[in-house]
C-alpha cells in the first residue's frame, strides 16, 4: 500500500512539476509579447515624432515661401509706385514750364 501512495505522489509531484515548467514558458512568452508590444508602441511614437516634424518643416517652408513671394510683391509694387511718382513729378515740372512760357 506504501507503493502506492509513493507513486501517486511522485506522479503528482511531476505533474506538479510540468505544470510549473509550461507557467514559466508562458510567462517567459508573455514577456516577449510584452517586449515586442512595447517595441511597436515606440516605433510607432517614433514615427509619429518624424512625421509631425516633416509636416512642420514643410508648414514652415511653406511659410517662409509665401513671406517671400509677399515681399517680392511688395517690392514690385514699390518699384511701380516710385515710377507712377516720378512720371507724376515728371508732368509737373512740364507744366510748369508751360506756364512759364505762356506768362512770358
Known amino acids: ?3 502506492g501512495v509513493d507513486e ?7 505533474r506538479v512539476e510540468e505544470l510549473e ?14 517586449r515586442e508590444r512595447e517595441e511597436e508602441r515606440t516605433d510607432e511614437g517614433e514615427r509619429v515624432r518624424r ?6 518643416r514643410e508648414s514652415d ?8 513671394a509677399l515681399q517680392e510683391e511688395r517690392e514690385k509694387w514699390m518699384l511701380e509706385r516710385a515710377g ?4 507724376e513729378e515728371e ?5 510748369q514750364e508751360r506756364v512759364v ?3 512770358r
Open 8 to 14: 501517486g505522489f511522485t506522479i503528482l509531484q511531476e
Open 91 to 95: 508732368c509737373m515740372r512740364k507744366l
Open 51 to 56: 512625421r509631425e516634424e516633416e509636416r512642420k
Open 61 to 68: 517652408h511653406e511659410q517662409q515661401r509665401m513671406k517671400s
Open 1 to 3: 500500500k506504501k507503493g
Open 21 to 34: 515548467r509550461e507557467r514559466g514558458r508562458d510567462s517567459d512568452r508573455e514577456r516577449e509579447r510584452a
Open 84 to 87: 507712377e511718382k516720378r512720371e
Open 101 to 103: 512760357q505762356l506768362e
